[in-house]
């Protein structure tokens, strides 16, 4: 089922919490399960994650996702942090069961709408990055369709 990875950051997650006057906030959910994650960036002048923090409301896998991908970011350039995918993520917990592989492209497109969210304050483009969705559900259709 799970391995224990992702058991490991379910039952003793990392970054929980919130930053106040955060660099950027992103907040990113899934109608159809009703995971909501948010994640906190305070990214220094060098465009350098010195923290990340989350918030999420969903199952242990939502959880474990979100944990990993913080760590995953933590001291990476902006760049960099926008180079981490669901897939990463889900690499580094050693794998998510296939009906939860959706808690990791919500953990991608937190960091991203955190990224944006911290490039549109401060008036900047990164490359590569896309106006945040709402609904991760819609990536899932697009996915569905694109195959």
């Known amino acids: 089922m799970y391995t224990e990875k992702v058991m490991d950051h ?27 994650m948010r994640i906190y960036l305070d990214i220094d002048e060098n465009q350098v994650v010195r923290d990340a923090k989350f918030k999420t409301f969903g199952c242990g896998a939502a959880i474990a996702t979100s944990s990993m991908a913080t760590e995953m970011i933590i001291g990476k350039t902006v760049q960099q942090a926008l180079e981490v995918t669901n ?39 990164i490359e590569g990055l896309k106006p945040p969705v709402g ?13």
């Open 135 to 147: 609904d991760v559900d819609e990536l899932e259709h697009e996915e569905e369709e694109e195959a």
């Open 87 to 125: 897939k990463a993520v889900m690499e580094a917990l050693g794998g998510l069961p296939p009906v939860k592989v959706h808690c990791s492209l919500l953990a991608e497109q937190a960091v991203h709408a955190a990224l944006w969210d911290y490039a549109q304050k401060n008036h900047l483009t």
């Open 10 to 36: 379910f039952m003793h997650p990392r970054n929980v919490g919130e930053i106040e006057d955060a660099s950027g906030v992103g907040t990113v959910g899934n109608a159809k399960c009703g995971d909501i």
